[in-house]
Structure formats: structure tokens, C-alpha cells
Nanobody, 119 residues
Framework: QVQLVESGGGLVQAGGSLRLSCAAS????????MAWYRQAPGKQRELVAR???????KYGDSVKGRFTISGDNNKNTVYLQMNSLKPDDTALYYC?????????????WGQGTQVTVSS
């Protein structure tokens, strides 16, 4: 089992910045990829950004150029630096991990952290 603990959400004015963190813990696991997703009320959950242990990244179109995902492999932690925030970025942000336990891949989700951007 892998547990994901998120932190860093909050309320910020448009144009401001926030940094989210997500730490993975457990035993006998090896991260395949970690990511941030978000879900706004009435909308589907969407990919914000993902990263592999090798540093390969992918971003959702709406956050390209404003958000940066990074990782610390030694700490099994990923970060999401969010700059130039807009009211449309308001959502519940979920940390996601795809991890090997022995020879099986599993998906894990965090509880979510709220990001609210005021206009």
C-alpha cells in the first residue's frame, strides 16, 4: 500500500502563486509516475501535470507556462508550483501515484487539497 499526503492548498488572489506538495509513503513500492489532477464543481477530473522518476513531464493545456511540476526521488515527493493563478484554477487538487508493488502496478489517490483563486 502507498499513502499520499498532500499539502499547500489555500486561498489566493488572481495572479498569485501557490506550491502544492505530495509525499508518498509505504513499503516495497517503486514509483512509476506521479501526477496532479484537479476537479472543479460540475466538471470532470482533469490532468494538471505528471512526472516520472526520470524527470519526464506532461502538462494540461490550460496550465502550460504557468505551472511547474518537480520531484524529489529520494523523498518520493512531488511538487506543483502554480504561478499566475486564475479563478478558473479553482478546484480540488488530487495527488496521484502509479506505483509498482512487487510486479504489479497500482493506482493511488490522495484525499485532495482545495485551491481557491479569488478575482
Amino acid at each position: 500500500q502507498v499513502q499520499l499526503v498532500e499539502s499547500g492548498g489555500g486561498l489566493v488572489q488572481a495572479g498569485g502563486s501557490l506550491r502544492l506538495s505530495c509525499a508518498a509513503s509505504g513499503s516495497r513500492f517503486r514509483i512509476n509516475t506521479m501526477a496532479w489532477y484537479r476537479q472543479a464543481p460540475g466538471k470532470q477530473r482533469e490532468l494538471v501535470a505528471r512526472i516520472t522518476p526520470g524527470g519526464s513531464t506532461k502538462y494540461g493545456d490550460s496550465v502550460k507556462g504557468r505551472f511547474t511540476i518537480s520531484g524529489d526521488n529520494n523523498k518520493n515527493t512531488v511538487y506543483l508550483q502554480m504561478n499566475s493563478l486564475k479563478p478558473d484554477d479553482t478546484a480540488l487538487y488530487y495527488c496521484y501515484a502509479n506505483a509498482w508493488i512487487d510486479i504489479v502496478l497500482y493506482d493511488y489517490w490522495g484525499q485532495g487539497t482545495q485551491v481557491t483563486v479569488s478575482s
